[in-house]
């Protein structure tokens, strides 16, 4: 069974800081890519950024240049760094691993982020 656990959310004010974090069981950490998704209120879940198993990143045009997705395998803990949020940023994050030998989807329990004006 794989399990991913978010924590970090909170509620900031416009222009602050958040750091989220992800920890998954070791092996799905290891050798599969990992992602950030969030879902806002009426809106369809969206991919903010992803991690390849090498270290590779992408991200969505929104958070280009404020985000910062990365990974520590010594401590199977995949993060995702906020700065300068705005209340568009406001929705619940979710950390995603596809597990490729299945190619199925996992996700977290989602952290609340809310960012006020």
């Known amino acids: 069974q794989v399990q991913l656990v978010e924590s970090g959310g909170g509620l900031v004010q416009a222009g602050g800081s958040l750091r989220l974090s992800c920890i998954a069981s070791g092996r799905v950490f290891r050798t599969n890519p990992l992602a950030w998704y969030r879902q806002a209120p009426g809106k369809q879940r969206e991919l903010v950024a992803r991690?390849?198993?090498?270290?590779?990143?992408d991200y969505a045009d929104s958070v280009k240049g404020r985000f910062t997705i990365s990974r520590d395998d010594a401590k199977s803990t995949m993060y995702l760094q906020m700065n300068n949020l705005t209340p568009e940023d406001t929705a619940v994050y979710y950390c995603?691993?596809?597990?490729?030998?299945?190619?199925?989807?996992?996700w977290g329990q989602g952290t609340q982020v809310t960012v006020s004006s």
């Open positions: 991690i390849t198993r090498s270290g590779d990143t």
């Open positions: 995603n691993a596809f597990v490729l030998v299945i190619q199925r989807d996992f």
